[in-house]
């Protein structure tokens, strides 16, 4: 038996002596990927850096798997905001609104922004994920003793969860961090790496923090091309809560969600579309899609087997996986159509 073989083999009886269940297949490359690890005289800080990300995204999953189909929202923003700044009020209050409509809060669980968002939610609705910081004291108050948080050393852990846990966002202002975060996340959509989700840039009524922000990217960036002027369908400036929360809980008013099946993007959605609103979706969004966009009668074979939601209607599209700001454009037409749901009336607390 050759090495690999002997490899696999162990790592089959492995998973065998602990009634390793579904996914087996994923479990067996995650064990594949260690041997290769070990057999390869690794530097000691690689494996120290492999083990420490994988027991902090391990941490991150568990907490989170119980909760996983509640839409949550994460808040990024400035640790050094005082709660006497007016934007500690909009960053509560708006925590506050999406909670009353059961939405959850997550935030990266330190002062400023982040207690803020924490303060609103209120303690069911609240998760953390701190980041271990020499000159900081640790999780906040409304955070500290609750076992939804996870404490993690890596930036770039932290930032996969508070990204990939998320149906929403919201971003007041802050230094690099804050800045560091929207930048990525704005790629993420971008390129189709993260679903497509309300991103909101909220500042206090006439200050220009959001609005300088795009000012930089309308005239150095996308002038230069580097970017499309379409690319700003990705996120909204606003400064009121009420305009906020209307845009993230707008974005699921008939949108559910979407899942690629082969070469087709399927988005499920509340509401089927009349014939009339699909022909003219297909005309208006033509340029993005190989065909018209098709309403099916149910849930095709591989979501079947999944079991995602076959109860929805939902649309199906030969997207070209390259134009993602224009795919966040035809989510918000499906949105607006007569057929869709009725607007959701935001009710400040």
Known sequence: MSDPERVRASIESLLDSIGSPANRDQLVEILTTVARLGGNDSDRLDLKITSTALKEMADAFFMFAPYRNVRKLTMFGSARTEPSDPLYAQARELAKVLAVNGWSTITGAGPGIMAAGLEGA?????????????????????????????????????????????????????????????????????????????????????????????????KE?????????????????????????????????????????????????????THAEVVELSERFEDIMRGPLRVLDGPLPAERRGGDFPELPRVALRFDRMSFARLRQLIDALNTLASAPPEIPVQLT
Do not use: C
């Open 122 to 218: 209120g303690f069911d609705k609240s998760f953390g994920i701190n980041i271990r910081l020499p000159f900081e004291q640790g999780a906040n108050q409304f955070i500290r003793d609750d076992p939804k948080l996870v404490s993690m050393k890596y930036f770039f852990t932290r930032k996969l969860m508070l990204i990939k846990e998320s149906f929403a966002y919201a971003a007041l202002p802050g230094g690099y961090g804050t800045l560091d975060e929207v930048f990525e996340l704005l790629t993420l959509v971008q390129t189709g790496k993260a679903e497509p989700a309300p991103i909101v840039l909220l500042e206090t009524p006439g200050t220009q923090y959001w609005r300088t922000w795009e000012q930089f990217l309308i």
């Open 221 to 273: 960036v996308a002038s230069r091309g580097l970017i499309g002027h379409e690319d700003a369908a990705f996120y909204k400036i606003t400064d009121t809560v009420e305009d906020a929360a209307a845009e993230i809980l707008g974005f699921y008013r008939n949108y559910h969600s979407l899942r690629w099946v082969g070469d087709t993007l399927v988005l499920r959605l509340a509401n089927r579309p």
